[in-house]
């Protein structure tokens, strides 16, 4: 039996969680900066950065309080170090360092795609193989995963992620920072009536968001009149139609019938609806917790466990890494 701390800052969430290889998750905490960040239209980096190093210890006094457990109990340190806003990321592998170094405990390196990606194995069995679909704020990637660090890529967007997607086209129809939240809600008063090109796009799983997003914008400015409603959800629709039809190829291609989709725009009620209604197909489908969709350091302390049984430990230089392919990451730290 090992208790792990798991920190997350990658981007704009301060994330603690606490983690035990036996007992599994203990306790999590998120502080999200959201209203920081939402003045600007999206997430500034520096303000990030500054504003980890502001909650990182308060965030960890109220992690053990009432935990059952004091620091001195620790026997690991679970980490994002990539990929991610550079200073952001910077803040928790230093984080990690200290508390590392005063306790003479080791430091476990997570990906934060992988954190994702067993995001759902917080609260479900997932068998392998399986496709996994993260679509997020910085991400919208298919992978199939075989094992536990064996991360095969699919495809990637081109362009913009998803979530940057939703983000831009919610700024469009009036709503601030972050967009998914706000064209999930005005959908649901809409209808899908306008139907949006299919982007074109090279390679078989790959995406891109940015045709659609002006196809939007383009759309608003010849019908000023036509309800915002309606061109939330027959956004929203096209969205869905594209994630599902790619990521339902790659199921096909490589024959596993198991799908996880993950990341913050797992949250969207009309993808999680679409998705559940795969299972009718005799397809698995997995996905995480609502409160897990986003990033957290629940999911982080998950693959810290897998990890520190496997006893791949970081080096005492390891740094943050702001680009690091989640392939090349899970071949190295597995
Ligand atoms: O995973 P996440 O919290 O952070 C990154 O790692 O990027 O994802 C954030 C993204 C944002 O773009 C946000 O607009 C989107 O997730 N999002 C949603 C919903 N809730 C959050 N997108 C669509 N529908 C939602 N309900
Ligand atoms: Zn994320």
Request: charged fraction near 25%.
């Amino acid at each position: 039996m090992a208790l792990g701390l798991a920190i997350e800052t990658s981007c704009d969430e301060t994330a603690v969680a606490l983690y035990d290889t036996e007992k599994g998750l203990i306790k999590d905490l998120v502080l999200s900066q959201v209203k920081l960040h939402s003045p600007f239209g999206g997430v500034v980096p520096e303000l990030s950065a500054r504003e980890h190093v502001k909650s990182i210890s308060y965030l960890l006094e109220e992690l053990f309080k009432n935990s059952g457990y004091q620091f001195k109990d620790l026997d690991f340190v679970a980490v994002t170090v990539a990929p991610g806003l550079l200073l952001s990321l910077v803040v928790g592998v230093a984080s990690a360092k200290a508390v590392a170094h005063a306790l003479k405990v080791p430091i476990v390196p997570v990906h934060h795609l992988e954190g994702h990606i067993y995001s759902v194995f917080l609260t479900q069995k997932v068998e392998y193989p399986f496709i996994a679909l993260i679509v997020s704020g910085g991400h919208t990637e298919l992978y199939l995963v075989q094992d536990f660090g064996k991360y095969h890529f699919l495809g990637g967007t081109l362009d913009d992620s998803v979530g940057e997607a939703f983000d831009k086209v919610a700024r469009m129809l009036g709503g601030s920072y972050p967009g998914g939240p706000f064209i999930d809600k005005l959908s649901q008063k809409g209808k899908p009536t306008i139907t949006f090109p299919t982007p074109k796009v090279e390679g078989e799983f790959n995406f891109s968001f940015s045709g659609l997003k002006t196809a939007v914008m383009n759309f608003l400015r010849k019908n000023p009149n036509v309800p915002k409603e309606d061109i939330a959800a027959s956004f929203q629709k096209k969205v869905a139609d594209i994630l599902i039809e790619k990521t339902l190829k790659a199921v096909e291609k490589f024959n596993v019938p198991r799908l996880v989709v993950v990341g913050g725009v797992a949250a969207n009620s009309e993808l999680r609806k679409r998705f559940e209604n795969l299972k009718r197909k005799g397809l698995k489908i997995y996905l995480p917790e609502l409160k897990y969709t986003g990033d957290n350091a629940a999911m982080i302390g998950y693959v810290g466990a897998l990890r520190y049984k496997r006893r791949k430990f970081a080096p005492l230089d390891i740094n943050a890494y702001p680009n690091y392919p989640l392939e090349k990451f899970g071949k190295e730290w597995s």
